[in-house]
């Protein structure tokens, strides 16, 4: 039930959203002021049946005198109408004070957890890069939504609930020891017995439902993989293998499942007899009790009333309990992904960068991905503003990892990475990344309108300059063309463009961000002849007077940079114009005399 354990990670969870719970804190002291009363007229619920039993019934319809002082008037037919209505009203008044807690506790809980689910999701947007590498999406997914509605939920459908039971159950103990002392202590026996037993079982299904809530979440993150893959998945014919290892996951997580739900049935099972037990022994003592005018009948109607009442709470409990369990299973998985620090963020002394030059270096920058040998070693190169650096060389050279390290997607393991003078970790993130362009080979357009996408480049972006961006691009007239023009929806469900169309909508952009650098990943890649023409031409508009990197394979759009670097095996091995590496007559050179005769062919 309640241990040390899951109570420090309560504790861990409450601290975690105290800035979210501090707002509405007011609702939540409302919703416990109601939940009081809630409980004070559960107490009261079965006084009006005894006053009926004790001084109407008992008495056979005979009432003289009341020691009440204002009831003294009234004869025996008028107090059973005013107890009658009294019945009807603490009724209503328990339902009232019950319907406010709830629903001011769901209100508070939901205004938390969407607050909870919106830091989440930023948080894992700023998570760096070779967090997200490792991270499986699905699991990620199931975090943010499932995870996070599990924990709202619960502070409605159980943990409200358990409170109000347990206060319940504290005030009935109150009122039963007040009556008669002997039949509280019977009442009360039976509770070390009760918790002894919960506590076991509610260990187990805690334990059962994280390993199902872990083995979803793996469940999860594997079909969005599948999904996200299917055409390679289909293509190698991997359906039936993924389809037998996604059926065996399934068939345990199944199991996991109706293994909680075994643990909870039987632990019902066990507090329904306890109940009856006590009950039993209670109305067996309470019964010779009455006989020997120790207590009125009354007296023993409310205390069987209450051992029903304050002992289904207990059974309650139990239910609860794995709920809750549930609950915390999922607030740590929360906690845990919000506790991840960003490998790569802004430090306390960054500040916005100002408008850059385009002025850039590299002073002896050695990378290397998490556990594996380095990447990039000793770079070093100064690339002048405006200036047009073409990055060439076999795959896996690290012409990617060298450009990342200039969006500050990963910070160097060595040296510097300099833009107009200062070291880039002295920037802010944002500041940074938002003075470079970047067009890749496959460009990733967004389910949304043209519009939006090209609005994407620069968070302010007017009308005018979405138009402009266009032209630039070379789009204008193809969007015009669309459809809807500009309203037109594109990625996934939309309409379908060509990769040149696609190309130039990344171009657009990137233009409107009005970069001082801009980096192109095989921007040309995969179009025909006409396309890249086009693609081509705007990109040359786009990256006019921006200091530039370019990375290619294809020689013949390298040959016009101001510098060409040569990078195999993370190294820089030759750096020049087109002319000096032609003259040095190695590497370079004999690649794009390679090149020559595969075009000239
Ligand atoms: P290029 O752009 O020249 O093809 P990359 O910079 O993409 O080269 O890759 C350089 C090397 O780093 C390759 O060996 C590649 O396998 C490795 N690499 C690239 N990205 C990652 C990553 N996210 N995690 C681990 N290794 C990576």
């Given amino acids: 039930m309640i ?19 501090r707002p509405q804190i007011n609702l939540i002291l409302l919703s416990f002021v109601a939940l009081i009363g809630e409980t004070v007229f559960r107490l009261l619920e079965p006084w009006p049946l005894k006053f009926i039993f004790d001084e109407i019934i008992y008495k056979g319809f005979q009432v003289e005198s009341l020691k009440v002082p204002f009831l003294d008037n009234l004869n025996s037919f008028g107090l059973l109408s005013l107890l009658a209505v009294g019945l009807v009203a603490i009724a209503v008044l328990r339902g009232t004070m019950a319907y406010l807690s709830t629903t001011g506790m769901a209100v508070a809980a939901t205004r938390i957890m969407s607050e909870v689910r919106a830091n989440l999701y930023a948080h894992l947007q700023s998570l760096s890069l070779s967090f997200h590498h490792k991270a499986k999406t699905g699991d990620l997914i199931t975090r943010v939504t499932y995870d996070i509605e599990r924990l709202r939920e619960v502070t409605v459908v159980a943990a409200l609930p358990l409170l109000t039971n347990v206060l319940t159950m504290l005030g009935m103990l109150g009122v039963m020891i007040w009556l008669n002392l002997q039949l509280a202590l019977i009442a009360i026996a039976i509770f070390p017995l009760f918790l002894l037993t919960t506590t076991a079982m509610s260990r187990r299904i805690h334990k059962v439902a994280k390993k199902q809530r872990q083995r979803e979440g793996v469940m999860a993150a594997n079909a969005a993989e599948a999904m996200g893959a299917i055409k390679v998945v289909q ?5 039936s293998m993924l389809e037998k290892s996604f059926a065996k996951q399934n068939k345990k997580s199944l199991k996991e499942s109706a293994e909680t739900q075994r643990l909870r049935a039987g632990q019902e099972r066990t507090v329904e007899v306890l109940v009856a037990i006590a009950t039993a022994i209670v109305l067996w003592r309470g019964v010779q009790l009455v006989i020997t005018h120790a207590i009125t009948p009354g007296d023993l109607l409310v205390f069987i009333t209450y051992l029903k009442v304050a002992f289904k709470p207990m059974r309650q409990l139990a239910k609860y309990t794995g709920q809750i369990a549930k609950a915390i299973a999922s607030g740590e998985r929360v906690i845990d992904l919000l506790e991840i620090v960003p490998e790569v963020r802004d430090s306390r002394w960054s500040y916005a960068a100002p408008l850059f030059q385009g002025m850039i270096e590299f002073r002896d920058v050695s990378f290397a991905y998490e556990n594996q040998a380095n990447t990039l070693n000793n770079i070093s190169f100064k690339a002048f503003p405006g200036q047009k650096i073409a990055l060439v060389g076999a795959s896996g050279g690290g012409k990617s990892t060298l450009v990342s390290l200039l969006l500050r997607l990963y910070d160097p393991l060595e040296g ?4 107009d003078g200062h070291n880039l970790r002295e920037y802010t993130l944002d500041s940074l990344r938002r003075q470079i362009s970047i067009v890749l080979q496959d460009s990733i357009l967004f389910a949304a309108s043209i519009r939006d996408n090209i609005a994407y480049g620069c968070v302010n972006a007017t009308e005018e300059e979405i138009l402009m961006a ?9 969007i015009l063309d669309l459809p809807d023009g500009y309203d037109t929806v594109v990625g996934e469900r939309g309409a379908t463009l060509s990769g040149g169309q696609k190309q130039r909508i990344a171009i657009a952009r990137a233009a409107i961000r009005k970069a001082p650098i801009v980096i192109l990943d095989e921007p040309t890649v995969g179009l025909d002849n006409r396309s890249e023409r086009i693609v081509t031409e705007a990109l040359e508009r786009l990256t006019y007077n921006s200091t530039t990197f370019l990375i290619t394979h294809d020689l013949r759009t390298a040959k016009n940079a101001d510098q060409i670097f040569y990078l195999e095996g993370g190294r820089i091995l030759e ?8 003259n040095i007559g190695k590497h370079y050179a004999t690649l794009y005399h390679l090149q020559q005769t595969v075009h000239v062919n």
């Fill in 3 to 21: 241990n040390e354990k899951r109570l420090s990670s309560i504790r861990r969870i409450l601290k975690h959203f105290l800035p979210q719970i």
């Fill in 235 to 239: 293509a190698l014919s991997l359906q």
């Fill in 416 to 419: 510097q990475v300099v833009i």
């Fill in 470 to 478: 266009a032209q630039l691009a070379n789009a204008h007239d193809f």
């Fill in 575 to 582: 750096q020049g114009t087109h002319k000096q590496l032609m």
